[in-house]
């Protein structure tokens, strides 16, 4: 009985640290450093589809974080988005598993971000090579289905 109670709060404690992550703040880390971007959310399928599209420009380091209830296929593409963008590819466990660098504004090609994605932020084309970001890099948001890699404090 004592295991049962001991696991129980446990899970209560990671849902309480998961909930305390801030909305509009995306944080990754790596080999390379760490970053925050302060982000507007579209997790609903309205705001998806808008994205980021329509804007002439966008804040250095903020962007726009599309949050989907569970994993998926993820592909875009820039109609109607007139900055170039990097897209960061995250799975389950807030692990970016692909970085898709400076997508051309206004194309119609398909971004294929791979199977397994359950978030993708978007931020200013060219930033990641910037800041020097790779695969790999831990992601810390709320909301991740699985056993997130860099949790909420």
Request: charged share 25%.
């Amino acid at each position: 009985m004592r295991l049962i109670l001991a696991s129980l709060l446990f899970s209560l404690i990671a849902f309480a640290a998961q909930a305390s992550c801030p909305t509009d703040r995306v944080s990754l880390r790596g080999d390379w450093g760490s970053v925050d971007f302060e982000v507007e959310v579209a997790d609903t399928d309205e705001t998806r589809a808008r994205g980021l599209m329509f804007r002439r420009s966008l804040p250095r380091f903020s962007g726009m974080i599309f949050v989907y209830d569970r994993p998926i296929r993820a592909r875009f593409w820039m109609k109607n988005t007139y900055i170039p963008l990097d897209m960061l590819f995250i799975d389950p466990n807030g692990v970016v598993k692909k970085i898709y660098r400076m997508a051309e504004p206004e194309s119609l090609d398909v971004i294929d971000g791979g199977p397994g994605i359950q978030m993708i932020l978007e931020i200013n084309g060219g930033l990641s090579d910037q800041l020097g970001m790779n695969e790999g890099s831990e992601v810390r948001y709320h909301g991740f289905a699985g056993t997130p890699a860099w949790p909420c404090e």
